[in-house]
């Protein structure tokens, strides 16, 4: 079925090709799967609420502590 459009093209070359968006969609969940499977196999290391609180504190005072300095070093 050719039809055609305002301009003379024929539609059916501008139907796009929807088989690679369904392999990228396809491998996306595939690797959303495994990266799901690797993280609930460490088990609570990375989801203890306790340590992610602690490396965030961590990191804040870190963060002011070379905000200080630089402020120091004017």
Do not use: C, F
């Not at 491998?27 to 495994?34: D, M, T």
């Amino acid at each position: 079925m050719y039809w055609q459009q305002g301009t003379g093209l024929s539609l059916w070359r501008n139907v796009m090709n929807t088989l690679p968006l369904i392999r990228s969609q396809l491998q996306r969940a595939k690797r959303l799967h495994k990266a799901q499977l690797l993280s609930t196999s460490h088990g609570s290391k990375y989801h203890d609420q306790s340590v992610l609180n602690a490396n965030s504190a961590a990191r804040k005072e870190k963060a002011k502590r070379l905000h200080y300095v630089q402020l120091m070093a004017l």
